[in-house]
């Protein structure tokens, strides 16, 4: 190539930058249309992925659970009504909080990070940097500082004006949910069953309550049998903290091996029928190409990382507002005036 031509694409580069269009190369086409695009706040706030970073860092070093509440928040935002923070929204006025729904209460967590992480950022460079932003990139670097892959977070995301509680409770794939309904609701979302099994990889870190999977425990999917794909000498080691009734929020690792290194002994717990929430090991019990997929992931880590960073960043284009849609807040938990 000569030299140019070099300069000919370093200026369409620039160019398209400043004026918020980037080429196919470096961009990423959401679903509405707009452009996402990696190097979005290079030019008004150079230093934002830096700081997200340096406050994630913090957080998880007090706490190690908090990379997969965060990394979650990324998952809950997503799944209703696209990539807009519409999770981080509190009751006012009008609004009622998804943080209220069957999915998120009791269990969605790390608010005060990404509140954090917002205070850090309007004073470096007020009114730029946008919620829904934040949170994609803090589920990045979460991923990251316990061991899972890196990948450039496409930016340019607005936040909402809005939630929707009954979104959050219908959208989001729950525990005890058939194969079947798990699947359905990420090809709403756009995500196909290689991002459904790879994403779901993410339950290498993190905890699950026992209500959660309690009924895995007790014979209580109706049938009056034993729940044959779950281990039973590991079912039984779990009703030790997981009683019949009461302990709801009893908190177990949902991948025992290693509950906070994101690696790829979630999947080899699969095969051993050792998954902790019915909505995982369906994926060995209920359908051969997924049991397939995690057959892969568990024999190769690499292709495991490879394939969660390109479904992190399908996910991440889901529905999000771009141009002069939504806004960028000011406080992440309410809407600005």
């Known amino acids: 190539m000569s030299k140019a031509m ?15 269009h980037v080429p196919h190369c470096l961009s990423s086409k959401t679903v509405g249309g707009g452009y996402l695009y990696p190097q979005f706040y290079d030019h008004s706030c150079p230093n934002a992925q830096e700081i997200v970073k340096n406050v994630v860092a913090k957080a998880v070093a007090k706490e190690p ?3 997969a509440s965060l990394l979650r928040l990324h998952f809950h935002d997503c799944f209703v ?15 009622i909080s998804e943080k209220r729904s069957i999915p998120n209460r009791n269990s969605a967590r790390g608010f005060e990070v990404i509140d954090e992480i917002k205070a850090a950022l309007e004073k470096e460079c007020p009114h730029t940097v946008s919620c829904a932003d934040i949170v994609a990139l803090a589920a990045r670097d979460s991923t990251v500082l316990t061991g899972g892959p890196s990948w450039d977070v496409p930016l340019g995301r607005r936040d909402s004006t809005g939630a929707s509680l009954s979104g959050s409770n219908n959208n989001i794939p729950a525990p005890n949910n058939t194969f079947q309904t798990i699947l359905t609701k990420f090809k709403l979302k756009g995500l196909d069953i290689v991002d459904l099994v790879a994403l779901s990889g993410s339950h ?7 209500t959660s999977f309690r009924q895995r425990l007790y014979n209580q999917s ?17 009703r030790a903290n997981c009683p019949r009734s009461g302990g709801d929020q009893n908190l177990f690792f949902i991948d025992f091996v290693s509950p906070i290194n994101f690696d790829n002994s979630y999947f080899k717990n699969l095969l ?18 997924s049991r397939e997929l995690v057959k892969k992931y568990a024999y190769n880590q690499e292709l495991f990382f ?32």
């Open 81 to 95: 009504k696209g990539c807009d923070a519409s999770v981080l929204l509190d009751s006012s006025g009008s609004i």
């Open 222 to 238: 109706g049938n009056g049998r034993p729940d044959y794909t779950l281990d039973q000498s590991h079912a039984s080691q779990l």
């Open 6 to 20: 070099v300069r000919y694409i370093i200026v369409v580069a620039v160019l398209a930058l400043a004026l918020g």
């Open 272 to 289: 051993v029928n050792k998954g902790l929430l019915n909505s995982d090991q369906v994926f060995v019990s209920m359908n051969g190409a």
């Open 65 to 67: 659970r908090m990379a």
């Open 204 to 210: 290498t870190i993190g905890n699950a309550r026992c």
């Open 306 to 337: 490879q394939q969660f960073a390109k479904s992190m960043i399908k996910m991440g284009n889901i529905s999000p507002l771009t141009g002069n849609n939504g806004q960028i807040r000011n406080n992440c938990r309410k809407v600005d005036a």
